[in-house]
């Protein structure tokens, strides 16, 4: 079936630099979720997007994140400055209505060091 | 709040035996809670096993199946015999679908191994 690809599946990136996760959604969704894993513990959501617009964010997503999907490219999740703590696999999904089935990326891991 | 507890994995069984993975939920700030297991295969993205959206149902894909009891707020996965293919990590959720956010509150994952 159609795939979400999220690119890229790993980025080492020193504490303080900036990344941008990106995440090239299937074509006719329109609802783009971010969640985050860390190792050991539960998928955690943290924000989703619709109609260009943040609709709703978890604590977990800090004033250095954002996320945009500028002109239907990639859904991007930017972290600026990023931490040591947000080392973590994130998982981008999406889905063509708000009652729809979910389909998920394979995550990226991310290790900030 | 809202929260997910399965088995504690690793979890082997062998293969043709039996299975039940537990999943238990709290659902207090969602009104007509959906439930869902999940599952990852190695180098792959997660892909909805089955769900539920209405209490009392059981959903079944794939020779396995759940039932959403409200009473005992449990959601426990099951299989009568396992293959070596249904070796994965398999993951409970909640969630209110028809609800505009919609987002999914996981379990911690059971990675499931099946001896040949």
């Known amino acids: 079936g159609p795939k979400v690809l999220q690119i890229p599946s790993h980025q080492i990136i020193d504490m303080g630099q900036m990344v941008t996760l990106n995440c090239d959604p299937v074509s006719n969704h329109l609802y783009f979720y971010w969640y985050k894993q860390i190792l050991g513990q539960q998928m955690e959501f943290l924000v989703n997007?619709?109609?260009?617009?943040?609709?709703?964010k978890s604590k977990l997503f800090k004033d250095q994140f954002s996320v945009e999907r500028p002109d239907g490219s990639y859904f991007t999740l930017k972290i600026q400055p990023t931490a040591l703590e947000d080392s973590a696999v994130y998982f981008c999904?999406?889905?063509?209505?708000?009652?729809?089935?979910?389909?998920f990326g394979s995550g990226t891991r991310l290790l900030v060091i | 709040g809202d929260s997910v507890t399965q088995t504690e994995g690793p979890v082997t069984v062998s293969e043709s035996e039996s299975l039940i993975i537990n999943c238990t939920y709290s659902a207090t700030s969602i009104a007509y809670p959906n439930l869902f297991w999940y599952v990852r295969y190695p180098g792959e993205g997660l892909q909805l096993l089955l769900k539920v959206i209405t209490a009392g149902q059981k959903g079944s894909s794939r020779g396995f199946e759940a039932t959403y009891n409200k009473e005992t707020t449990s959601f426990h996965l099951q299989k009568a015999s396992v293959q070596e293919s249904d070796s994965a990590v398999y993951y409970c959720a909640l969630g209110e679908m028809n609800y505009n956010q919609g987002k999914l509150i996981f379990g911690q994952g059971t990675k499931l191994s099946i001896k040949p």
């Open positions: 999904a999406s889905r063509p209505t708000a009652n729809s089935d979910y389909t």
């Open positions: 997007f619709y109609n260009g617009k943040v609709m709703e």
